[in-house]
């Protein structure tokens, strides 16, 4: 069988769309209709539902994507030369992550590896797990205790810091800050879906009577500039504030007591790694901390 109808496929089930799948794999619209043609004329079954908003899998068509990806996986390791540390890598991370410590590890990469090109993602944990899964990133690299549905090891921790303006009546307080205080105040988080934050949310609405004023953004400046502000307070990795503690627009508050949240280095649960993305997560292993 032709492989080239299975990477049309595999794309077009990630898409949904003719017209995505077209860009995506720089063919004309025609062309990715006379694959999916052709292959669904050689199964002898639909592969593929049209509908006006787009394209959905049959049965068939799903029990086909697992073993089309199979194929193509294999395809790409007999290709692959493993003594040629080259081509793309596609990473995806929190926002957080792509402003401090990555660029590093890609820095370290381009000097060993110059032939490694590494486009960063910036996206949550979700969207980064999605991306896995549909082969749009090589690896991910996330802020969770658990990622589930892909494989995952950890590679490092964030120390964790309670932040808020110099002027702020808690700043400099004289003793711990209790969750009920930390429950009274204004709190500006990142977005669903960061898993610090998230608990933080879960922590503060836990004590009893509270209403915590939460707004959340998907933004580390955003989120960094309204706290410098005065208007409230955050919870962030200290890597992503360390010029703003260091300049005095934010101070560390004597919050309880939080853990470190880990750094987690996800893949697809079967795909092959390629040598570049190897590289890429050996230095990161190497630099996380």
Do not use: K, N
């Not at 490092?156 to 309670?162: K, N, R």
């Not at 879906?193 to 955003?222: K, N, W």
């Amino acid at each position: 069988m032709d492989t080239r109808l299975l990477r049309t496929f595999t794309t077009l089930a990630r898409t949904g769309s003719f017209t995505a799948t077209a860009a995506a794999l720089h063919l004309a619209q025609s062309t990715v209709t006379v694959h999916i043609r052709t292959l669904e004329r050689e199964l002898a079954t639909p592969l593929f539902d049209r509908l006006p908003t787009g394209t959905v899998l049959t049965d068939p068509g799903r029990r086909l994507l697992e073993r089309a990806e199979d194929v193509l996986d294999a395809v790409a390791r007999l290709r692959a030369d493993p003594s040629v540390i080259a081509g793309r890598v596609t990473v995806g991370a929190p926002e957080s992550l792509c402003s401090t410590r990555l660029p590093r590890v890609i820095g370290a990469l381009r000097a060993r590896h110059p032939e490694v090109e590494v486009r960063l993602s910036a996206r949550g944990t979700a969207a980064c797990v999605e991306g896995l899964l549909a082969g749009r990133l090589d690896l991910a690299v996330l802020f969770e205790a658990e990622v589930r549905d892909v494989a995952a090891e950890p590679v490092g921790h964030e120390p964790l810091a309670f932040l808020g303006a110099p002027g702020h009546p808690l700043a400099g307080h004289p003793r711990p800050i209790t969750w009920e205080e930390l429950a009274a105040e204004s709190f500006f988080l990142l977005e669903q879906g960061c898993s610090y934050s998230d608990e933080l949310e879960r922590r503060l609405r836990s004590v009893p009577g509270s209403r915590p004023r939460l707004t959340r953004f998907g933004s580390v400046d955003a989120t960094r500039a309204c706290v410098a502000a005065g208007l409230g307070l955050t919870l962030l990795p200290l890597a992503t504030v360390r010029e703003q503690l260091r300049h005095g627009d934010l101070v560390r508050l004597a919050g309880p007591p939080i853990p470190d949240v880990p750094v987690q280095l996800a893949r697809h649960p079967r795909r092959w790694t390629s040598p570049a993305a190897d590289a890429f997560a050996g230095l990161l292993r190497a630099a996380a901390p």
